[in-house]
Each structure stands twice: as C-alpha cells, then as structure tokens.
C-alpha cells in the first residue's frame, strides 16, 4: 500500500510517501507558494513519486494537513461575514468577555471580531435556557434581516440565536429561510459548530466558521481537482485541531475544527516517537519558518482542550479569539527560522513578524532585505550553505552577514558573530517563555518531560531550550524535519461531538445521561457516515463538570460500558478523582454539576508498515560529507571548531559528543558541548542534556 501525506506550512510544503509493503518511507521539503498553495503540493508529488518510482494511480491513501483556515484568521483574509442573532444581542461578539489579559497595560486591545458591527443583523425569537420556545421566530424579520446583509455583498452567515444549544429549531428554520432566498450563500448554525454555553465564545466560533468557509471550501475543491487530474484518486482526509482526519466534505462544512491541523499532526508523531522510546511523558518543538508551536503528552496521549485561542498575545489566556473545538493542547509564537531580527531601543528583537516563503530569509537569495533565525544560524556555522534542504537550496552566507551587520550588530556596537548569537539567544528566550507557560504554568514539572523536537529548525534549539527548562533528555525523530507529515501516517479518523446540558448529578441522572449520549451517538453517526470507513468504531465519552456554586468546570474522561443504574456514581467519582489531580482537593460532600456531555468518535489508523521510520532514498547519505567547521557556542567562548556528521551514516548505537552539528536532508541538530547524542534502536536521535553547564 502507497500512503502520501503533505503538509502546507508558512515557509516550507513538506511531504513524505510510504510503502507500506517494504517499510520504505522518502520526505522532500519544498518552499510553499503563497499565492497559490496547492501549487507547491503539486509539484512536491510529482518530484516525491518520481524519487521513489511510483506511479499516481498506485497511490492508495492521502492525508493533508494546513494552515489555509489559520492563516485567513489571522491575516484577517477571510470571506465578509454576516451574523444574525436574537434582538437584544447584536453586540455580544462585540463587547466579548470582560477579562484583562494584562491588568496593568492601561492601552490593552480586545481581540478584533471577524466581523463588523454592520454586518450583524437580528431576528425576532427568544428560547429559553432549557430549550422552551419564549417568543415564535418571526420569519419577516429573518427576510428583513437576511435581505439587508446579502445587499451588503456578504459571502457568509452565521446563525447564533440566544440558547440555541438547548434547542436548534429556530436556527434551523432560519437557515432554511436564508438558503430558500440566497441558495449560493455559505451559511454556519451555532448549534452544529459549537452546541455549547457561553454566548461569546459560541459566536465566536460560529462567526470564525463561516469566516473561512468559503476560502477553505475552494482551496480544498481545487486541491482535489488537481489530485484527480494527476491520477491521483484515493478520498482525501484532512487533519483536524484534534488530532483526528476527516473528509474533505466535513472539513470544508467544519473549517474552524481544521484550524492548527499541521502542528496537531506533529504532537501525534512525537507521541508515536515517545511511546517508541519509553517517555510517556513529553514536551515537544515544533520550530519551523514562520512559528514555534509548543505542546504536551501525558501518560502517553496527546493533551487535549476544549477551548483555543487564535492570535494569542504573548501566549496570555483571553488575548486571542476564543474558538470552542476539540484541539490539541498548543501554544504557538511567532519564532521560526524566518522571523525577522532588528535593534529596537538598545536590544534585539526576533518576531513575531515573518520573512515567510517569499522572500523569505536573506540568505535565500529571493529578494529578503531583513536579517532572520536562518540567517543568524547560517553566520554562527550552524547550517552548511551547500546542503541547506538536501543541497535542493543554496544559501548565500555574505547576505546574511551583511543583513545581520546592518540591522543589528553596527547599531548595537556587536561583532557580527555575537550579533548573530544574540539572534538565536532572543529567539530561544522567547520559546523558553512559551515553554514554561505550556509546562510549569499548567502543573507539569520540565524535569520529569523529554523533549522531542521537529520541524526543521526544531532540532537546531532544542538542545539549548532544554538546559534552559532543565529537561534532561531531547530526541530527534527520523525524519524530523518533516515530523508533521509523518505524524498524518499515525492519525486516527476522528469526530468529536458534543452538548450543553447542565443539571446536577443525583440519582435520576442515569437517564439523563442516557438520553444524552443517545443523542450525541446519532449525530457522531452521521458525521462517521461520511468517513466510509469499515474499520471498526471506538467511542470515548468525556464531560467537563464542577462543583455546584462553581463558574468553570474541568474535563472528565467517562467511563466506558452501558450506562445504566448507577453510572451518574461512577461520573461523580471520577470527577472526584481528576479534580484532586488537578487541585490536590476534593470535597465528596459538595454536589456536583455537569455542563458540557462530549463524545469522540475515533476510527484507529490502519497503520501496517513503521510509520517513523524514514528510509534512505540513496540522496540523503551521499549529499553531506561528515567533517568539520567552525561554529559559535557561547559556552566555549566564541566560535570553535566543530564535528559535522552526517546522521544517515550513523548507525544505532553510534554515539556523538558534543560540540557537534548532525546534519540531514530536511533539518540540522545541535549538540552543545557536555552533551552526548546517541542513535537509538528505532533510529531516532537521543541527546543527553548536561544540566550542570
């Protein structure tokens, strides 16, 4: 069986093919086009099939990860998008949540609404919170209201009617009332996207759907289109926020759950990959061109959150625009390898503003004229300008001397190499910081993690970051450089559905609880329908609860079996347990209140061959000659002389004491001096940190 995965990134498209007959898996990396994103994908598989010998129609599955949904969020590149919402809550996207990211900054922003304040019509309805009918939809005010904003050239709506969790009808009837009148128009129910409390952030989220519908309906129809026309013609499954693919006609209906799906699928292959080498607990880099993302697994299984925020400052919680989906726990900043550097007052400063693909860094030679990470990376001796990308890309180190002694060292009063150093210093400071929110500031101990980096600037810092955070062990995967590729050959099919129901656990709950999941099960399967999948189904129910008086709840993983008489115990107990987990506290006197039932539908990946395991396509150990150059590491003063290994002639067990560089085709490792890397049984990178330097 041949398995294709590719995954789109701010600077680099990377892809990797997969026999799973021999085992055989090859990666190429090529720079995205911006303007015209499949076009990189396109042209990455022609080269990639012709690398291996395949031809297209032996093509048998593809998986897709991108930052298409993500991107327009961002950039604020979205469709205009119209809202319509109960009389009286015109402003609740508006006004937001009263909470200050930052008490002292007296001139702190709200996140900016996808959407303007023109462009937020409102019906005549009113539902109750349990779901009864207080005022009938009035079906003139959905004309009036829909009339107005198809005559302001919206593309997409979003219906968010008041308490429309308890009871959908009403957006139902609306959205038929609109699609009878403008059948072209792309229109988003918050009762399917997000049937959850909390007004705001259900808007939200309703509002960031229909955002990038359009956008994403087009590039994911285009990207098919050209897949057919190269004989390509497997179903194409994308990856999700959750960690789980689906079918292009649910991630094209759901975009906002496709939000963050490249760095998703790279947390799966460091899970694989720790799993593989015996850390059920891990932290994991994914640095690439334009972001660093962060993320955990504990005990084996990726974290993951019900809540997310887009355009988060200074990774603050309230910051960002709030997204209610089912995502991988994530922290993401503006420090990848094209990050720009500048003097600004006295100091450096990296990001979080992007050289991204075109032009990107200065060294690429494409037209860049500010210095970035690459380039400081470059100066310092760390990357070898004759096999940048396999030797696919040759750099020009003079460029990046002249960028960094223009825009940083002469004003500043630095050489040239500690110019550059400061880059990279600033850069690994501002990922230390990120680091720290993601583990210590959410109770797990650095100490106690490995930390397995990717991407293809991932294994250049990693090992710095570790002393930083005291992490005593770093891995490379195979193939590293292209880790979330690889991590899309590991990932289940996945629906995550869930309900706003809140009453308090007692002994009638049983039914309730029943009911519900009954519920969720009908509209999990409808959604699994469309997967066409007849591998067999694993459902995982899990609930977020508090204790009665409380204002937020934490999640519960639920029980497994039928739920009968007594079940509501079992739920209550299992609270009782992850809430002292959390909180070392529990009171089992106090009642308990359930507020949001969810249920996971994972259909679990066919995965026959080694899916971290990256062959050698013959190119990858005959480009780099192993050797030596001089390289800056502060520890030893200044620039020093260095080993360079090629890490496709390294063999398991073969060992390398730093200062070192290993070198392969998609990314560069750094081993500090005191550190010792080593190859493991699986072939993966394992780099003992000295923690006393």
């Known amino acids: 069986m041949i398995r294709v995965a590719f995954d789109i990134g701010g600077t680099f498209t990377d892809l990797v093919q997969q026999d799973t007959r021999t085992g055989r898996m090859v990666a190429h990396k090529i720079p995205s086009t911006p303007a015209e994103l499949s076009r990189a994908v396109m042209d990455g598989l022609s080269t990639l099939l012709r690398r291996c010998d395949t031809e297209a129609p032996d093509v048998d599955s593809v998986f897709h990860a991108t930052t298409i949904a993500t991107n327009a969020i961002l950039e604020n590149k979205g469709s205009r998008t119209g809202v319509l919402t109960t009389k009286g809550f015109r402003d609740v996207l508006l006004l937001g949540r009263q909470k200050r990211y930052d008490t002292y900054d007296m001139y702190m922003g709200k996140p900016e609404p996808l959407t303007r304040r023109r462009y937020i019509a409102e019906v005549n309805e009113r539902i109750a919170f349990d779901g009864a009918v207080v005022e009938p939809l009035a079906l003139e005010s959905v004309d009036e209201a829909a009339q107005g904003l198809l005559a302001a050239g919206v593309e997409s709506i979003a219906v968010c009617l ?14 038929a009332r609109v ?20 007004e705001y952030e259900r808007v939200s989220t309703t509002v960031a759907n229909a955002y990038v519908k359009p956008i994403v309906e087009r590039y994911l129809t285009d990207l098919e289109n050209s897949l057919r026309a190269a004989d390509i013609e497997p179903d194409l499954l994308v990856m999700q926020s959750n960690g789980g693919l689906v079918s292009t006609d649910l991630a094209k209906e759901y975009p906002v759950r496709i939000v963050e799906s490249g760095p998703a699928a790279g947390v799966l292959m460091c899970g694989v990959v720790g799993r593989e080498e015996g850390f059920d607990h891990v932290l994991t880099l994914d640095m690439g061109g334009t972001t660093a993302k962060m993320g955990a697994i504990d005990d084996g299984e990726p974290a993951i959150t019900s809540e997310f925020e887009v355009g988060a400052i200074h990774y603050r919680k309230f910051s960002g625009l709030p997204l209610n989906i089912a995502a991988v726990e994530l922290l993401e900043i503006g420090a990848g390898g094209g990050s720009i550097a500048r003097a600004d007052g006295g100091l ?27 380039d400081a990376n470059l100066v310092m001796g760390y990357l070898n300008a004759d096999y940048f990308n396999g030797g696919a890309m040759r750099i020009d180190a003079a460029a990046a001397v002249t960028g960094i002694e223009t ?16 880059i990279h210093a600033v ?53 590293a450089g292209v880790g979330s590729a690889i991590g899309l050959l590991n990932a289940d099919s996945r629906i995550d559905v869930s309900v706003s129901r809140i009453f308090a656990l007692d002994g009638e709950s049983d039914r309730r609880i029943a009911d519900i999941y009954r519920e969720l099960e009908a509209r999990a399967a409808e959604d699994v329908a469309r997967l066409r999948s007849d591998r067999p189904l694993v459902w995982t129910r899990y609930a977020y609860l508090r204790y009665l008086g409380q204002g937020f709840e934490i999640k519960v993983d639920l029980p497994d079996g039928p739920i009968a008489e007594g079940y509501a115990d079992r739920v209550a107990s299992a609270f009782h347990e992850a809430y002292e987990r959390n909180f ?110």
């Open 179 to 198: 699609l009878e009148r403008a059948p072209g128009v792309n229109v988003s129910l918050s009762s399917k996207v997000s049937a959850r409390i909390r």
């Open 427 to 479: 850069a690994n400071g501002n990922m230390e910081r990120a680091m720290r929110v993601i583990s210590v500031e959410r109770g797990r101990d650095p100490r106690n993690y490995a930390l397995v980096a990717f991407g293809g600037a991932g294994p250049l810092h990693a090992a710095r970051l570790a002393r930083s955070l005291n992490i005593p062990t770093v891995v490379v995967p195979q193939g």
């Open 584 to 693: 070392d506290y529990r009171d089992e006197e106090a009642g308990i209140e359930a507020v949001d039932w969810c249920l996971a539908a994972v259909i679990p990946a066919s995965v026959d061959g080694d899916p971290t395991v990256l062959g050698d396509d013959g190119e990858m150990s005959a480009a780099s000659d192993d050797g030596e150059r001089q390289a800056y590491f502060e520890e030893a003063g200044g620039f020093v002389p260095c080993r360079v290994v090629n890490r496709f002639r390294l063999a398991p067990g073969d060992e390398v004491a730093g200062p070192a560089i290993i070198e392969e085709r998609d990314s560069t490792t750094v081993v500090l001096p005191g550190d010792n890397a080593r190859i493991s049984p699986r072939g993966h990178l394992i780099i003992t940190v000295s923690l006393e330097s």
């Open 162 to 175: 008041l308490h429309a969790y308890a009871n959908s009808a009403h957006e139902e009837a609306v959205a």
């Open 407 to 422: 825009a940083v060292a002469k004003p500043l009063g630095l050489s040239v190499g500690e110019a550059a150093w400061g």
């Open 348 to 374: 450096i400063e990296v990001g979080p503003q992007s050289a991204g693909a075109d032009p990107g860094p200065m060294c690429y030679g494409a037209g860049g004229t500010r210095p970035t990470v690459t």
